[in-house]
């Protein structure tokens, strides 16, 4: 039997989303006009490119739920239609599976185009780009629990995948063909984020 405390739980987190898709609508309304309805016209104005939209900005964003829930802002916000919505939804269920794709097709590419070419595949974690791009401020520096949070003990550089890169394409690494290599400091076995 369910307890008091957890039904309330349940309504109060009920309550506190269907509050912040509210809010998240209206300032969609305020924020975006009639520029962004355009766009989303324009992305979405056949089922086809619907599904294309919502594949590449997953693909790109690598969150389905975060596409999703910003089309049901739109659709609330009456930006989009629920028809074009769902083809961007449908299209970013297929953009959550773009990664599994390209350790597929780098498996593929190996078997097919081996020995004379090698063919992996490297899936970064965090790395931390900031200083690579060419503001004239200052770079913040990252917290101490931004670096411990990864159990190498450190964010990523992109020092750290031109080594890997390096590496691969070495005669050293001559054996090795078809493999993702998840350059991540760790964070993928750990699963265990911090605030």
Same mark, same amino acid.
């Given at each position: $039997?369910? #307890? !008091?405390?957890? /039904?309330?739980?349940?309504?109060? =987190?009920?309550? @506190?989303?269907?509050?912040?898709?509210?809010?998240?609508?209206?300032?969609?309304?305020?924020?975006?006009?009639?520029?962004?309805?355009?766009?989303?016209?324009?992305?979405?104005?056949?089922?086809?490119?619907?599904?294309?939209?919502?594949?590449?900005?997953?693909?790109?964003?690598?969150?389905?739920?975060?596409?999703?829930?910003?089309?049901?802002?739109?659709?609330?916000?009456? $930006?989009? #239609? !629920?028809?074009? /919505?769902?083809?961007?939804?449908? =299209?970013?269920? @297929?953009?959550?599976?773009?990664?599994?794709?390209?350790?597929?097709?780098?498996?593929?590419?190996?078997?097919?185009?081996?020995?004379?070419?090698?063919?992996?595949?490297?899936?970064?974690?965090?790395?931390?780009?900031?200083?690579?791009?060419?503001?004239?401020?200052?770079?913040?520096?990252?917290?101490?629990?931004?670096?411990?949070?990864?159990?190498?003990?450190?964010?990523?550089?992109?020092?750290?995948?031109?080594?890997?890169?390096?590496?691969?394409?070495?005669?050293?690494?001559?054996?090795?063909?078809?493999?993702?290599?998840?350059?991540?400091?760790?964070?993928?076995?750990?699963?265990?984020?911090?605030?």
């Amino acid at each position: $039997m369910i #307890s !008091l405390h957890a /039904a309330l739980v349940l309504i109060g =987190g009920i309550g @506190l989303l269907l509050l912040g898709m509210r809010l998240m609508t209206d300032g969609l309304r305020l924020a975006a006009g009639r520029a962004l309805e355009g766009i989303l016209a324009n992305w979405t104005r056949t089922p086809l490119r619907g599904i294309g939209t919502g594949a590449l900005i997953t693909a790109v964003v690598q969150s389905s739920s975060a596409v999703t829930v910003a089309t049901l802002g739109f659709v609330n916000a009456r $930006m989009l #239609s !629920l028809e074009r /919505a769902i083809t961007v939804t449908y =299209g970013s269920n @297929l953009g959550t599976t773009m990664t599994g794709w390209l350790v597929a097709l780098t498996h593929a590419l190996a078997v097919s185009l081996g020995p004379e070419i090698r063919v992996n595949c490297i899936s970064p974690g965090w790395i931390d780009t900031r200083a690579w791009q060419g503001g004239a401020e200052s770079v913040e520096p990252l917290s101490e629990n931004d670096h411990l949070q990864h159990p190498a003990g450190r964010v990523g550089q992109p020092g750290d995948i031109a080594s890997l890169v390096a590496y691969l394409i070495s005669p050293e690494a001559s054996f090795i063909t078809g493999q993702n290599f998840v350059a991540d400091g760790g964070m993928v076995r750990k699963m265990i984020y911090e605030e």
